[in-house]
């Protein structure tokens, strides 16, 4: 994983950004998203999320839910729980079924201690301000509830960063291009911790490394092209640079056999001080 720039940390939490053009639809979350069919272990991410929220009754609130990969997971193997989705952007909200809302993180429309559990999943590096919005996930959440948030480790798919930095140098005459964007170095698997300590207790981090086998640039290429929101901070022609990874990556895989991607995500999972029921207890 790459460090971003204060400008690109910025543009990484920019509302517009991620409301207008990231997430106006599903389509580059779907393209982060598709890569990881080569993965392998293969992890089942919405089963996992369903396994943690086994002794979880009540209320359970997605917020950055996205694309509703989670929530429709759970609508179809727990339709005991309350479930409701929220986004920054009511454009990816669009064929989801209600309840689902338009929402800042940052300032939930829910009542204090109102909420069982939340899924914060691969979406806390996205605002702007992190400590704060740990702050008011744990508002809404009663004494003992549940919060379950993702991210990634500091060297997930230190491949692909890789290659973006050589074709970027290419094609500025560089030995080493500019690095890209890092949607997760704000909030890694590491960080997480730190951050989640000030309001939760109890943190457990479950990690998810895996290997990327491909023999096809394809996915590659759609990856990479999924960061165009970002695209104005590249310091390198966007389109041309991944034109041209894609054939590093071609010819990678023609000469290798494959391009391998190291990916190390994680789950974590933590309570708001209080007691938590026996039903829910761990």
């Known amino acids: 994983m790459t460090s971003n720039t204060t400008q690109q940390d910025a543009a990484v939490a920019d509302k517009a950004i991620l409301a207008e053009h990231a997430y106006a639809d599903e389509r580059h979350l779907a393209a982060r998203q598709s890569i990881y069919r080569w993965q392998q272990p293969r992890y089942d991410l919405p089963a996992i999320v369903a396994e943690e929220l086994a002794a979880v009754t009540g209320t359970v609130v997605d917020v950055g839910c996205g694309n509703g990969t989670f929530l429709n997971h759970l609508r179809t193997h727990r339709p005991d729980l ?45 605002v702007s301000d992190i400590p704060a919005t740990i702050t008011e996930l744990a508002r809404v959440l009663r004494p003992g509830g549940l919060l379950i948030a993702s991210t990634n480790g500091d060297t997930d798919k230190h491949e692909l960063d890789q290659l973006w930095s050589t074709a970027a140098g290419h ?38 490394p895996g290997t990327i086998t491909l023999t096809d640039p394809a996915p590659i290429t759609a990856h990479l092209a999924s960061y165009e929101a ?13 034109h041209h990874a894609t054939d590093l990556a071609t010819t990678a895989i023609e000469t290798q056999g494959a391009f391998t991607i190291t990916c190390h995500g994680g789950i974590l999972t933590c309570h708001t001080p209080g007691t938590t029921p026996p039903a829910q207890a761990r």
């Open 230 to 242: 970002w695209a104005h901070l590249s310091d390198v022609p966007f389109h041309q640079t991944i």
């Open 171 to 208: 094609i500025l005459g560089l030995l080493e291009g500019p690095t890209r964007v890092s949607l997760s170095s704000r909030f890694s698997l590491e960080k997480a911790p730190g951050y989640l300590a000030e309001a939760f207790t109890g943190i457990r981090v479950r990690h998810l």
């Open 82 to 126: 309350h479930l409701v989705g929220l986004d920054l952007s009511a454009g990816i909200l669009t064929h989801l079924p209600p309840p689902v809302l338009v929402a800042d993180a940052q300032t939930l429309p829910l009542a204090d201690h109102s909420v069982d559990a939340v899924l914060a999943l691969h979406m806390l590096y996205h």
